[in-house]
C-alpha cells in the first residue's frame, strides 16, 4: 500500500510569484485535504476535495486553489505570493463519505515553501 | 465551532519515566479526536484516534489516550519514555465545515527526553 507523497519537497518563490503543488492520496482513498503549518503553529484547514469537487474550506483567501483529479491526486495553487505564505504544506487523504466517513486522515511528508 | 488547547508547549522527562502531554477540547457535539507525532522536518504520524467507542484508546509506540467528557479532556500517556520519543506532539479534533470533516489543531508540545 501505498502512502501520501508529496511534490516538490522545498520550493523557493519570491512575492508575487505563483506556485503549484502536488499530492498523490493513498491507495483507495477519495478524498484529499490540504493544510498550512507556519513555522512553531499547528497545521491549519486551507480545504478539502471529495470526488473531484471542493467539498469545504477554511479562512484562506481565493489565491489559494486547488483541484482534485480523477484518480485523486490533488494540486494546491497559491497565486501572488506573499512572504507570509512562508510554511510547509500538508497534504492529507482519507476515505469519506461527502461530511462522514471514517475521518482519519494521512498524511504526507509536506513541501516546505519559501517566499523571500 | 471546536478548538483544542495543549498545555504546556514544551515537556521535559527523563528517559523511562511516565509521559502526559495535556489536551482539552471544545466541542458543540460528540467529537472525534486524534493525537498526531510530527518528527523534524517530516509530516504527521497519527498516533491513536478516538471516535466515540472506547474512552481508552491505545495507539502505536505505547501511548494510549483517555477521552474524559466531564472534563473535556483528552490527555496522551505513555509508562516509559525513549529517547525515540523526542518529537512534536499535536491534539487535533475533527469538526464538520459545511460538508466537510476538517481537523482543528492544537499548537502542539515540543516533547524532550533526557537521558
Known amino acids: 500500500e501505498t502512502g501520501v507523497t508529496q511534490s516538490p519537497t522545498h520550493l523557493i518563490k519570491t512575492r508575487g510569484q505563483q506556485v503549484t503543488l502536488r499530492c498523490s492520496s493513498q491507495?483507495?482513498?477519495?478524498?484529499v485535504s490540504w493544510y498550512q503549518q507556519a513555522l512553531g503553529q499547528g497545521p491549519q484547514f486551507i480545504f478539502q476535495?471529495?470526488?473531484?469537487?471542493?467539498?469545504g474550506r477554511g479562512n484562506f483567501p481565493p489565491r489559494f486553489s486547488g483541484l482534485q483529479f480523477p484518480n485523486y491526486s490533488s494540486e494546491l495553487n497559491v497565486n501572488a505570493l506573499e512572504l507570509d505564505d512562508s510554511a510547509l504544506y500538508l497534504c492529507?487523504?482519507?476515505?469519506?463519505?461527502?461530511?462522514?466517513?471514517?475521518?482519519?486522515?494521512?498524511f504526507g511528508p509536506g513541501t516546505r515553501l519559501t517566499v523571500l | 465551532a471546536q478548538s483544542v488547547t495543549q498545555l504546556g508547549s514544551h515537556v521535559s522527562v527523563s528517559e523511562g519515566a511516565l509521559v502526559l502531554l495535556r489536551c482539552n477540547y471544545s466541542?458543540?457535539?460528540?467529537?472525534?479526536l486524534f493525537w498526531y507525532v510530527q518528527y523534524p522536518n517530516q509530516g504527521l504520524q497519527l498516533l491513536l484516534k478516538?471516535?466515540?467507542?472506547?474512552?481508552l484508546v491505545k495507539g502505536i509506540n505505547g501511548f494510549e489516550a483517555e477521552f474524559k467528557k466531564s472534563e473535556t479532556s483528552f490527555h496522551l500517556t505513555k509508562p516509559s519514555a525513549h529517547m525515540s520519543d523526542a518529537a512534536e506532539y499535536f491534539c487535533?479534533?475533527?469538526?464538520?465545515?459545511?460538508?466537510?470533516?476538517?481537523?482543528?489543531f492544537g499548537s502542539g508540545t515540543q516533547l524532550t527526553v533526557l537521558p
Open positions: 491507495s483507495g482513498h477519495n478524498t
Open positions: 476535495y471529495y470526488r473531484e469537487e471542493e467539498n
Open positions: 478516538y471516535t466515540s467507542a472506547a474512552t
Open positions: 492529507a487523504s482519507s476515505w469519506g463519505l461527502r461530511g462522514g466517513g471514517t475521518d482519519t486522515q494521512y
Open positions: 466541542s458543540s457535539v460528540p467529537p472525534y
Open positions: 487535533a479534533v475533527s469538526a464538520s465545515t459545511g460538508s466537510a470533516r476538517q481537523l482543528t
